[in-house]
């Protein structure tokens, strides 16, 4: 069974920085991507980072030269890190793992898997 558990969520003030986690656990591909996906309140949901297994990585413009996504050696934790935090960063923050993933995914695909998110709010 196919388990992503995030962590990092928080409350923080605008400049501050947050560190997101993903754990992926049951997963039985060795090629795929890992990202994150954000709902803000009242808005349609958006593709964050995507990471792949070689390492590639695309952002969205509107974090980029602020977050940084990673993965340890292992491949099977993803990170988020979220520097100079915004108030319109505020978000429910979502981790996928897919065969492929690009920033327009909005669903999960047929070896797709969504965590249940984690709670990211930024203060003015």
């Known amino acids: 069974r196919v388990q992503l558990v995030e962590s990092g969520g928080g409350s923080v003030q605008a400049g501050g920085s947050l560190r997101l986690s993903c754990t992926v656990s049951?997963?039985?591909?060795?090629?795929?991507?890992m990202g994150w996906f954000r709902q803000p309140p009242g808005k349609e949901q958006e593709g964050v980072a995507v990471?792949?297994?070689?390492?590639?990585?695309m952002y969205a413009d509107s974090v980029k030269g602020r977050f940084t996504i990673s993965q340890d050696n292992a491949k099977t934790t993803t990170y988020l890190q979220m520097n100079s935090l915004k108030p319109e960063d505020t978000a429910m923050y979502y981790c996928a793992i897919d065969a492929y993933l690009a920033l327009t995914t909005t669903t999960p695909g047929d070896l797709g898997y969504w965590g249940r998110g984690t709670q990211v709010t930024v203060s003015s």
């Open positions: 049951g997963y039985g591909y060795s090629i795929y991507s």
């Open positions: 990471i792949d297994t070689t390492g590639h990585t």
